[in-house]
């Protein structure tokens, strides 16, 4: 219903659009789409070739039984394919195009420059170890139920035959590789033996094949075991002894000129890095002056007349601990989440915030032992090739934990955090989006869609839905929101120092801790992750401040016509885009 009156509204805007300059635009239009999108199914069908290991990931099984040995070959392949391709883009005029489609072009682009950037420029197929693992792709087969275990194996026992290969390559491509990727590479791949042993052998056991091709696939597989251990061992024993941090070793740190560009890639923002980095360091100095006035005003309720902190993060801190102890019961977790989804329905619907669809409501469940992990609560939604599955709210167990553990986990994610997780994670957060983004399907953008906007748009909600008056404007929400919103903003100023700024493993604890009231063990953690990853961390601020500095561009430009509720609809129909698109496309359409 809703896609329906989108795709109406858009049409006629385009037509509105059209008219004032060319009566022909709007048929050149549809003639543009129709080719584009027949580019783009030759595109993807041929992407899949390249990369068969990507689309095993995303649900698309034609090319399951084949492992690309990433030599000096399949790097030229993949830069072949990015010139063709881009070459053929070039006969687009993108004006021309609908808004849909000018994205789709957008990101195809986008890829396939950021292609020839990480192979020419980044070179992280050459400093990297952890690149290659062939483990996950591996454990795919045999985990993912999308056909009949004997063929899944068909495909295991055929790419078993290049694993020699593979980490022969790989041994090749490595020079001066970083410390901590060499030693995740050695940690991973160790932790990928078992997938050939004991996790096949139970597989096989399932299995009706002739005893002798169950003897095969096993020689094969030990053959690939000791591949594998071979590689470990030549990382453990040659390479990794002879690195020295800045000498024999790349560093892990990229610096300014590669983070830039891989910013712009990775994230597609309308700012730079630079920019979103001083943006971060300006909101933590707001976040923690307001949250001083907050834990003052809180003092007296529940500290009634002891002495006070003199130091503000000191002040604050304290009042966060004794917050936190208000928390669910660890046999209660789950309920407590699957009873707060109807109340965010209720409120978002009572102050007419954006539209929901009661058909599509979210399923809670325990997070699957296969999956189990880090993260307390998280939405599994199915992928590009398997859109009628159901999408799931996944919620931590505690059911392992001794008494202590659960009582931290609780503390951390207590009354009030983790009502701002559900936001996050589920309504109006990422599944509400989710559900938008799949009304105008695009595998384009469930492919490459933007991880700036999809974290952004669950970041930013957070903030909308508390000034909206969720949580009736309680000192105590508002305090436990800045704590958790701290927590996205010093992510930026991480990646960014730690990168950039060449910042101390010292001086990052120091920020996360003292800073933005993190435990230690969260903070090392992610102390680990900053030195594994670059970007992917200002991912979350960055989105954040681009929809929430458009949303006030918007406010400012249509005065009294701003309506909220349009906004984020409109704003959610072109899917997960980068936002600068989405800007673009909104601000165009504001002009005719
Ligand atoms: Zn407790
Ligand atoms: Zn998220």
């Known amino acids: 219903m809703l896609y329906k009156k989108l795709c109406l509204l858009l049409l006629a805007v385009a037509i509105l659009a059209s008219c004032k300059n060319n009566k022909n635009t709007a048929y050149d239009t ?98 990297d170890p952890s690149m290659y693992n062939v483990g996950e792709s591996f454990a795919l087969l045999l985990t993912e139920n999308y056909a009949p275990l004997e063929n899944r194996l068909k495909s295991f026992a055929a790419k078993l035959n290049k694993v020699e290969a593979y980490y022969a390559a790989a041994k090749e491509n490595i020079n001066q590789p970083s410390i901590p990727h060499t030693e995740l590479a050695i940690a991973q791949n160790r932790g990928s033996l078992d997938i050939f042993g004991a996790m096949l052998e139970d597989s096989l056991k399932k299995v009706n094949l002739p005893e002798t091709e169950k003897q095969t696939i096993r020689a094969n597989a030990n053959k690939a075991i ?173 059911k392992d934990y001794t008494p202590e553990m659960a009582e931290s986990h609780l503390r951390e994610y207590n009354k009030y955090t983790l009502q701002i997780i559900n936001i996050h994670e589920a309504i109006p957060g990422h599944y509400t989006q989710l559900v938008y983004s799949n009304q105008s399907p695009s595998l384009i953008k469930s492919i490459f869609g933007n991880g700036a906007m999809v974290e952004g748009w669950a970041v930013y909600t957070e903030r909308m839905m508390l000034e909206e008056g969720y949580g009736n404007n309680s000192p105590e929400m508002w305090l436990m929101y800045y704590k958790w919103h701290l927590r996205a903003v010093c992510n930026t100023i991480l990646d960014y120092s730690i990168h950039v700024k060449n910042m101390s493993e010292k001086d990052a604890l120091d920020l996360m801790i003292r800073e933005a009231f993190q435990q230690e063990a969260e903070a090392k953690g992610k102390w680990r992750r900053a030195t594994l990853s670059q970007v992917q961390l200002c991912s979350y601020f960055t989105g954040y401040t681009e929809i929430y500095d458009f949303r006030e561009e918007l406010k400012k430009k249509q005065g009294d016509k701003f309506n909220l509720k349009n906004f984020h609809e409109k704003f959610l129909s072109y899917g997960s885009a980068p936002v600068k698109y989405i800007r673009e496309l909104m601000m165009e359409e504001l002009k005719n």
């Open 30 to 127: 549809k003639e543009n789409d129709e080719r584009f999108d027949r580019f783009k199914s030759r595109f993807i069908e041929e992407l899949w070739k390249v990369y068969p290991g990507w689309a095993n990931g995303v649900g698309y099984h034609k090319y399951d039984s084949i492992l690309v040995i990433p030599d000096g070959n399949s790097r030229q392949n993949e830069l072949n394919f990015a010139k063709a391709y881009l070459d053929s883009l070039r006969n687009f005029k993108i004006a021309k195009l609908s808004a849909h489609n000018q994205i789709d072009y957008r990101l195809i682009e986008n890829q396939l420059k950021s292609t020839e950037w990480n192979i020419r420029q980044f070179k992280q197929w050459q400093w």
């Open 226 to 398: 000791s591949a594998i251990q071979q590689y470990v061992n030549w990382l453990e024993k040659d390479v990794r002894p002879g690195l020295v941090e800045g000498k024999t070793a790349r560093s892990f740190r990229i610096e300014k000129e590669l983070f830039d560009e891989k910013f712009q890639f990775d994230i597609q923002s309308g700012y730079t890095a630079e920019e979103v980095y001083n943006k971060a360091v300006k909101r933590k100095e707001e976040l923690h002056t307001e949250m001083a006035k907050l834990a003052n005003q809180l003092w007296p309720k529940y500290f009634a007349n002891q002495p006070k902190p003199q130091v503000n993060l000191a002040l604050i801190r304290k009042v966060i601990d004794t917050l936190s102890t208000t928390h669910a019961h660890r046999d209660s977790f789950q309920l407590s989440v699957e009873k707060q989804l109807p109340e965010l329905v209720k409120f978002i619907n009572d102050k007419n915030l954006l539209y929901l669809d009661p058909k599509k409501p979210l399923v809670v469940r325990q997070t699957p032992d296969y999956m189990a992990g880090f993260s307390v609560a998280s939405i599994n939604s199915p992928g590009p090739y398997d859109k009628e599955a159901n999408t799931y709210y996944n919620v931590g167990s505690l």
